[in-house]
């Protein structure tokens, strides 16, 4: 699919490396580029951001990117321009904390990635004129976490767009809405793949908590889950960890906007551990993470394929380790079988 882009952009995709399309890049990236709007659905660090950025690129439109935070703006600038080296098109960036002479003129680029306060405010100022053909939006379940979906509406709403790409991790109820709304025939695009050969599994034998708490520690490299068997351990991992760790956590019995509050510094990176019970990670599959931790051993094979298919990002093997004591080898041994049969 590549083979038939321009050569400005194989040139480029030659120069970043990317020899052939990520599952989401080859189903989206052709009606996107043919010109139909579409709302995808691929986990994070499936290249999500080059599945928009090629059509935007190659049709050479003028497009509007939002994203729910800076630092994502900053990295779907990177990515455009990466890719659109050759294309000779200019890119703007427009976020808080840039002074306003300086955002005039990056709003008269040809294509523009900002987050949606920022926008809304220079619009408001009468700087920024919203005349953009395409308009993406990033991460549009962040947005919702955020309550910026109001103000995403309201940016599209006077953004002229004709061509509507919508990219999210996971799809909600609100996400398909909103796209909707803009886009009555966009093509809803699902993209799940379960890669468990990128997660290298471990197991190791611990005696008791306090080794447990050692090789937890030990093990944590990049950003982690670490899942425990009861709501009433979690606190305690957490505070064991935190001495080593910025650590957040989640539990059932903790209220909802607590639990939000919570997972939302993990996904902002403001903690790089996440102590959490099976139930309350089911909504957490947006996550990218480097390891998963089973603290406590699984208590079933089921629960260990939910809990690792969280590790791991696009070219970066995920690391999934498992704890666990004397009593658990059986278990253990039938999860090993399944997850790594050669391992038999
Ligand atoms: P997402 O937005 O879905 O979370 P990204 O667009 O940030 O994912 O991409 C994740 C990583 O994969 C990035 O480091 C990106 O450079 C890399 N990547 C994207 N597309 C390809 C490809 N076709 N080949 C190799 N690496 C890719
Ligand atoms: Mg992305």
New binding site residues.
């Given amino acids: 699919m590549f083979e038939n882009l321009s050569e400005e952009l194989k040139r480029a995709l030659r120069e970043v490396?990317?020899?052939?399309?990520?599952k989401v890049?080859e189903v989206a990236i052709p009606p996107f580029l043919s010109g139909e709007s579409v709302v995808v659905q691929?986990k994070?660090?499936?290249?999500?951001?080059?599945s928009f950025m090629i059509p935007i690129l190659e049709r050479g439109e003028r497009a509007l990117i939002l994203t729910p935070t800076r630092e994502l703006a900053s990295q779907v600038l990177t990515?455009g321009k990466r890719l659109g080296k050759y294309k000779g098109k200019t890119f703007g960036l427009i976020i808080g904390g840039v002074g306003y002479e300086r955002q005039e003129r990056e709003a008269r680029s040809d294509i523009v990635v900002c987050t949606p306060g920022r926008i809304l405010d220079l619009w408001g100022k009468g700087i920024l004129d919203l005349n953009f053909p395409v308009a993406v939006v990033d991460e549009v379940d962040r947005m919702f976490d955020m309550g910026f979906l109001d103000d995403v509406r309201m940016i599209l709403s006077h953004a002229h767009a004709r061509l509507f790409g919508f990219f999210s991790a996971t799809v909600p109820r609100e996400v398909e809405e909103l796209a909707y709304q803009f886009a009555p025939n966009a093509r809803l695009l699902k993209v799940d793949e379960y890669k468990p050969v990128e997660i290298e599994h471990k197991f190791l034998l611990v005696r008791g908590w306090m080794e447990k708490v050692e090789k937890t520690k030990e093990l944590i490299e990049g950003k982690a889950i670490v899942f425990v068997n009861t709501k009433a351990k979690v606190e305690e991992v957490a505070e064991e960890l935190s001495d080593e760790f910025k650590v957040s956590y989640i539990h059932g019995d903790l209220p909802q906007s607590a639990r939000n509050r919570n997972l939302m510094k993990f996904r902002r990176n403001e903690a790089e551990v996440l102590v959490a019970t099976d139930v309350v990670a089911r909504g957490i599959d947006v996550i990218?993470v480097d390891e998963v931790v089973n603290f406590d051993t699984p208590r079933d094979v089921e629960t260990y394929i939910h809990r690792v298919g969280r590790a791991g990002r696009?070219?970066r093997k995920g690391l999934a380790v498992t704890l666990y004591t004397r009593k658990e080898e059986q278990l253990v041994r039938r999860i090993r079988t399944l997850v790594t049969p050669q391992l038999t």
């Fill in positions: 490396g990317y020899e052939r399309p990520t890049q691929a994070t660090g499936s290249g999500k951001t080059a990515e990218d696009m070219g």
